[in-house]
T-cell receptor, first 114, second 113 residues
Framework: AQKVTQAQTEISVVEKEDVTLDCVYE???????LFWYKQPPSGELVFLIR??????QNEISGRYSWNFQKSTSSFNFTITASQVVDSAVYFC???????????FGKGTRLSVIA | KAGVTQTPRYLIKTRGQQVTLSCSPI?????VSWYQQTPGQGLQFLFE???????NKGNFPGRFSGRQFSNSRSEMNVSTLELGDSALYLC????????????FGPGTRLTVT
């Protein structure tokens, strides 16, 4: 069965620090998709990235970057030069091929202090 | 393009009552999924609809049901409400596959007293 673990429940950083959010997943499938979502205080989940299991290239989007390592079943998310607006709960999620539902981790609450 | 909309945004109900929540997906999206979010259990999958057919169902009692209409709009219903049903109910839409990006609505905050 698929499972996503976000071991960090809460992280607090000072503005402009870099921060990495960890995500470890379990799946028996060879084809799967990994996602990150951001949930600001307003409650709506905001899609950040989708990555398939065959693409291990790291991805960078502005201050955000993602490191996918199949060898350790991890899909970590780094925010560079964090800002107060980055304060939110971040969820990692996994979907296996075959139209199985999205499975979410418990989330990591990030607080960026000015 | 308009995002996913959910109505109502907030709802207060009494134990034993029933409730219907509505979700309008992004135009062109044919798949709608529902999730329940609580502080204790996190985000849990309820069900998914594609072209008016339920494609997946989570591990929830039969009191939770849903449907999808020909215009892809979806509703979920919870009958005989219990205190534990208090949660944020999120709807997400995608083009078609469960592995596609899912775009979420703002949610309906249900409080059962």
């Amino acid at each position: 069965a698929q499972k996503v673990t976000q071991a960090q429940t809460e992280i607090s950083v000072v503005e402009k620090e870099d921060v990495t959010l960890d995500c470890v997943y379990e799946t028996r499938d060879t084809t799967y998709y990994l996602f990150w979502y951001k949930q600001p205080p307003s409650g709506e989940l905001v899609f950040l990235i989708r990555r398939n299991s065959f693409d291990e290239q790291n991805e960078i989007s502005g201050r955000y970057s993602w490191n996918f390592q199949k060898s350790t079943s991890s899909f970590n998310f780094t925010i560079t030069a964090s800002q107060v607006v980055d304060s939110a709960v971040y969820f990692c999620a996994l979907s296996e091929e075959g139209n199985t539902p999205l499975v979410f981790g418990k989330g990591t609450r990030l607080s960026v202090i000015a | 393009k308009a995002g996913v909309t959910q109505t109502p945004r907030y709802l207060i109900k009494t134990r034993g009552q029933q409730v219907t929540l509505s979700c309008s997906p992004i135009s062109g999206h044919r798949s709608v999924s529902w999730y329940q979010q609580t502080p204790g259990q996190g985000l849990q999958f309820l069900f998914e609809y594609f072209s008016e057919t339920q494609r997946n169902k989570g591990n929830f009692p039969g009191r939770f049901s849903g449907r999808q209409f020909s215009n892809s709009r979806s509703e979920m219903n919870v009958s005989t409400l219990e205190l534990g049903d208090s949660a944020l109910y999120l709807c997400a839409s995608s083009l078609g596959l469960s592995t596609d990006e899912q775009y979420f609505g703002p949610g309906t905050r249900l409080t059962v007293t």
